[in-house]
């Protein structure tokens, strides 16, 4: 059985910054892209940021020189490390991981981000 643990969310305050983590377990760790994801309250989910099974990395351009995307994975890991944070960054952040071939596509269960003063 696929999981994906996300933790590290929480309130911070405008100007701050938290390191997101996804656990995953019972997959191919390193034969999948990892990305980050978020949904803010009535709004359509979002991307944040990717990194390939190589490691080659993608951000949105909302997130670009504020996040950084690491993966460990001896630890099966992938972090979410965010700076600056704004208040339009609340949202729930969302863990996925994709690997083409054979396709299979799963999705943590969100881990809270608030910002606020």
């Known amino acids: 059985q696929v999981q994906l643990v996300e933790s590290g969310g929480g309130l911070v305050q405008p100007g701050g910054s938290l390191r997101l983590s996804c656990a995953a377990s019972g997959l191919t760790f390193s034969s999948y892209a990892m990305s980050w994801y978020r949904q803010a309250p009535g709004k359509e989910r979002e991307f944040v940021a990717l990194?390939?099974?190589?490691?080659?990395?993608n951000y949105a351009d909302s997130m670009k020189g504020r996040a950084t995307i690491s993966r460990d994975n001896a630890k099966n890991t992938v972090y979410l490390q965010m700076n600056s944070l704004k208040p339009e960054d609340t949202a729930v952040y969302y863990c996925?991981?994709?690997?083409?071939?054979?396709?299979?596509?799963?999705w943590g269960q969100g881990t809270q981000v608030t910002v606020s003063s």
């Open positions: 990194i390939g099974s190589a490691g080659s990395t």
């Open positions: 996925y991981a994709r690997r083409s071939w054979p396709l299979s596509t799963y």
